[in-house]
Structures are given as C-alpha cells and as structure tokens.
C-alpha cells in the first residue's frame, strides 16, 4: 500500500499561513529546498486541494532561467510529476494532472491500494478531510521560528486525539523538521 504524507511549512503556533493567507515568511533556504527537491524527487504522486495546485501552478511551471538551479529543478520536478487535483470548481488541470472533483477520501483509498510508492498531500484542506479517515501515515512539520497569531491551521478541528509517534527531528538553518507516523 502507498504511504501518504502530509508536510508542511508550520509556524511555530501551528498555522501554514497569516490571516492575509501569506506564506512570505516559509521560504526555504537552499539546504531547506534541496531537501524538499530530494523528497519530492521520490514521490509516486502529488495530491493538491485546488488553492495549493493554483499556487503551484502559478509559479512552477514558469520558472524563469536566472533562478537558482535548485528553484529550476524543483519546477520541473513539480512539472513532470503525477498530480491529483481534487476540485469542484476547476474544469481543467495541466501539467501531468489529473482532475478529481468528488469523494476525496474515496479516490485516496484507491490510490492508496494501487502500490507501494509514496504520495504527498498538499493543501490543509485536502489534508483536513483525510486526518479524520486515517489516511495519512507520516506527518512532515518543518516548524519555523515564527509566531503568526492566527492564519490557516495545519490541522483540523478532531472528534478524537490522533496519536502520533515521533520518528525524527531535523534541525535545518531556518526550521526544525518534525517528522511523525501515525500509529
């Protein structure tokens, strides 16, 4: 069965963005980005909400040729990867996407049966209606010395505690990464 994870930029009060929805203060150092290249380097599939696809999509694909080499690798990492866009309002994905529009959770499980790879989960929404489900099995905070007040949280609101196994800390320049398995 694949492995899902859910990894994110995370401010130290827990939220992925400030109130105005900027993520200004999460930009990755190099070693922070060549980290993430490496991981997404080995991802099966990338899930994305429809906010964090029209995010990524805005940006990625268009890199412009005087960035670093890590921001041109990562475009075409993110360009060239499977994508499972899961929206009821966008009719149409590009860059080796493939358009969801309903039961998230359903589509998850299947894609979840179908190998042994690993896939990401980008989006706190997208996340939020699979916590509940059981369908994340490693969580990926990269914790940033910065206390916002409010924003979007990382997790939802839950019936029950989700407990969770510390596997690694990771001290980067610039964050701590957290990473947890779901037990």
């Known amino acids: 069965m694949r492995k899902l994870i859910y990894d994110f930029g995370v401010s130290l009060d827990g939220y ?3 109130r105005d929805g900027n993520i200004d203060w999460t930009e990755p150092d190099e070693e922070l980005h060549q980290f993430h290249n490496d991981r997404f380097r080995s991802l099966e599939i990338s899930l994305h909400g ?16 005087d960035a670093s080499p890590i921001e041109r690798e990562f475009g075409e990492l993110w360009t060239r990867t499977p994508k499972v866009v899961f929206s009821r309002t966008l009719t149409e994905v590009h860059w080796n996407s493939t358009l969801v529009s309903e039961n998230a959770v359903e589509e998850v499980r299947r894609l979840k049966s179908e190998g042994d ?7 706190a929404n997208l996340a939020a209606s699979l916590i509940p489900h059981g369908l994340i099995d490693e969580y990926q905070l990269f914790v940033s010395p910065m206390v916002l007040g409010g924003g979007t949280p990382m997790f939802p609101a839950l019936d029950k505690r989700l407990p ?3 596997a690694e800390t990771r001290h980067f320049e610039t964050v701590v990464m957290l990473r947890y398995l779901a037990e």
Do not use: H, S, T
């Open 164 to 166: 969770l196994r510390l």
């Open 50 to 65: 429809r906010r964090m696809y029209e995010l990524m999509a805005e940006y990625w694909p268009y890199v412009p040729d």
């Open 117 to 123: 790879g690993v896939m990401e989960v980008g989006g």
């Open 16 to 18: 992925i963005n400030d």
